[in-house]
């Protein structure tokens, strides 16, 4: 059984830091993309962040460039979002996503969240100003 824990989130002051943590179970992390999303009341989910096993690459929104690193420990098959310098706007429930890889990939994108096949429970990050 494939399953996504998300954990990490919390209540914090602007300016400080969470790390986010989603451990994968029921499958390895040969070639996958790990992503995390995030929602806020009223919004709709757009995408923070993804790694992809195969070639070790990164992507990030715009909007969290520079304060957000995203990073991977094979062993643990567990996938980290270092959130530093969080905002008030960062606040929303955050959710961690796997896709596999089987080929026929040629309309995944890493930032959007549709084609993901597997998905967390989320956990609430809030930034208070």
């Known amino acids: 059984e494939v399953q996504l824990v998300d954990s990490g989130g919390g209540l914090v002051q602007a300016g400080e830091s969470l790390r986010l943590s989603c451990a994968a179970s029921g499958f390895t992390f040969d070639d996958v993309a790990i992503g995390w999303f995030r929602q806020a009341p009223g919004k709709e989910r757009e995408g923070v962040s993804c790694f992809t096993s195969a070639d070790r690459s990164t992507y990030y929104a715009d909007s969290v460039k520079g304060r957000f690193t995203i990073s991977s420990d094979g062993a643990k098959n567990t996938v980290y979002l270092q959130m530093n310098s969080l905002k008030p706007e960062d606040t929303a429930v955050y959710y961690c996503?796997?896709?596999?890889?089987?080929?026929?990939?040629?309309?995944?994108?890493?930032?959007?969240?549709?084609?993901?096949?597997?998905w967390g429970q989320g956990t609430q990050v809030t930034v208070s100003s």
């Open positions: 996503a796997a896709y596999v890889f089987n080929g026929d990939d040629y309309d995944f994108r890493p930032l959007g969240p549709n084609k993901y096949h597997y």
